[in-house]
């Protein structure tokens, strides 16, 4: 299933970025476990106070670890570059697309918006300029969809991406049945491929998206309503969005925590706080990682996404203490815990429990009640 907006590749540049696909694929499932037996092998023992970053420290040694790292950090340059080439031959006819979309839910712009500190010049994943371009037209959010699509292998929903989003639902369905929200806010949502199903489930809400990137919110906001799905799509600070108190009953994020930082996750929970009613739901959805509990060699890898793939906040929000933060917050009857991906809109299908299941079949969650 795809959808209008998405940039289309032609034979060249699908099968560039196939190749992409394959060779990431190849450097996780074939030189990877052969990294993984050189960091055990430099493993300090039992202990040892920073295991981790002792042993990445050491693998800079080895030249076998530096040619896979510096291999898989170009092959992430290569797949956005693949994926700019797609867009930027298609982007006259997507601002057009955008123009044109069904007259759906709203965009609001912030000339005066200042970007967090730390999203600012920062390449998430490497993609070039990241989240919070303020570039014209639609192009960064189509290079985010496209690039995507292909940076999780299509098992995030395929090139709907929507995984996240229906991953949200089914925790909601495991968690809260009785939820009816009147209006919702996703905080976050990039080129809102989560906010849709989610909207969709709850067709008389009132839906509402924030991010902090201009072109991102343009090609959100066309996506979803050629979608014929009806966003208020707002140019927002997660920490402080500037919505009246108690103006929502679902307040969620799917994957934002980790682009942000410790002190960020904090005040993120507060608002939240803030802006749900009295029997309002807040649901954070993030990696299917808990710091603590990875191998020595999985904590390596993260050291490795902060170094060679921009991703500062990674351990911070694998290590951050939900529970605490949203009890600090003033939440109550807090759930934390892994949700089982949803595949297929089966929600049913979908459990919440203690442990995960692995990455893309299983999403942490952290979620809450406000009383």
């Known amino acids: 299933m795809t959808h209008p907006m998405l940039a289309q590749a032609n034979h060249d540049e699908q099968a560039e970025q196939l190749f992409v696909r394959d060779l990431k694929q190849y450097l996780t499932a074939e030189v990877e476990p052969l990294q993984r037996g050189i960091a055990e092998a430099l493993d300090p023992g039992p202990g040892h106070n920073a295991r981790a970053e002792h042993v990445y420290a050491a693998l800079h040694h080895v030249p076998a670890f530096r040619s896979w790292a510096g291999v898989r950090r170009a092959s992430q340059e290569l797949l956005w570059q693949s994926v700019w080439d797609t867009v930027e031959r298609q982007a006259p006819s997507l601002d057009g697309l955008a ?158 925590l980790h682009e942000t930082s410790a002190e960020a996750i904090t005040r993120i929970m507060a608002e939240c706080h803030r802006l749900l009613r009295k029997g309002g739901v807040v649901v954070h959805l993030e990696v299917p990682s808990r710091y603590a509990q990875l191998d020595l060699w999985t904590q390596v890898r993260a050291e490795v996404e902060h170094d060679y793939n921009n991703e500062p906040a990674w351990r911070a929000a694998t290590s951050a203490d939900y529970a605490a933060l949203l009890t600090a917050a003033g939440f109550v009857d807090c759930r934390i815990g892994f949700q089982d991906a949803v595949r297929n809109g089966d929600l049913a299908a979908s459990h919440f429990g203690p442990e995960s299941k692995g990455t893309f079949l299983s999403w942490f969650v952290a979620s809450a009640r406000k009383v």
């Open 99 to 256: 123009q044109a979309a069904p007259a759906l839910g709203s965009l609001s712009l912030d000339p005066h918006f200042t970007v967090p500190d730390y999203l600012e010049d920062a390449h998430v994943h490497l993609m070039p300029g990241g989240y919070s371009l303020d570039a014209d037209g639609v192009r960064q959010g189509a290079v985010m969809d496209r690039g995507g699509a292909v940076y999780m292998l299509g098992r995030n929903g395929g090139f709907m991406n929507d995984g996240r989003g229906q991953t949200v639902l089914g925790h909601l369905a495991a968690c809260y049945p009785d939820l009816v929200p009147a209006r919702l806010l996703e905080l976050g949502c990039g080129i809102g491929a989560s906010i849709v199903p989610v909207a969709r489930a709850f067709p008389d809400a009132e839906s509402v998206a924030i991010d902090v990137g201009s072109s991102m919110l343009r090609y959100a906001h066309a996506r979803a309503a050629h979608l014929g799905v009806a966003v208020d799509f707002v140019q927002a600070d997660a920490e402080a969005t500037g919505f009246a108190d108690e103006s929502f009953d679902l307040v969620f994020s799917a994957a934002l």
